[in-house]
């Protein structure tokens, strides 16, 4: 059903769920969660230059690791049929593996992978910040992401106000964390 080794384009599988095309970038696998890009199923980073459609995001200092992490997580939620499609199977991707426990280690591998990275992000140019406080802060993100992805794709949460609100949420985690580029994207956010 799915490769999960990391790849360069993000740090989980290729997803195939029932009915569902998600596809990985060309070369390889890409990631994980849900809403991802085209090129990986799931919400998290796109690949470099894989971004199918990116309305307004990262509206701050762009070379920031916030500004990046940002950028990842928002293309996440955008209303593009190949975003709504690779969220859709990892919705269902998730579901199933609350009965199936193969699955559910794949995920977990997936997910602590996809955890890494954003902790990664949220860190670079901080190393005062405990890796354990990184960690909670990127859990917190990236169960966000999976939540506000949830409600956009069965039409609870317009996908402006779920973006707001990531958007929001990466602001707050680096206020947390007392970031060093955090009023970048406190005054986006």
Known sequence: MRDPAPSAHGPGPVVRAAGSAAHGPGSGPARREPGSTPHAPGPGPHGPGSTPHDPGTAPHHPGSALGELERRLLLELQDVPEIRENSTAWGELRA????????????????????????????????????????????????????????????????????????????????RLDLPDRHAVCAAG
């Open 96 to 175: 199933g593996a609350v009965f199936d426990p193969e699955l559910r280690e794949d995920l977990a591998r997936v997910g602590v992978a996809w955890v890494r990275e954003v902790a990664d992000l949220l860190g670079q140019g901080s190393p005062a910040v405990p890796d354990i406080e990184l960690v909670a802060a990127a859990e917190r993100l990236t169960a966000l992401l999976e939540g506000l992805s949830t409600r956009w794709l069965v039409g609870i949460l317009p996908v402006g106000h779920a973006r707001e609100l990531m958007r929001e949420a990466i602001a707050a985690e680096a206020r």
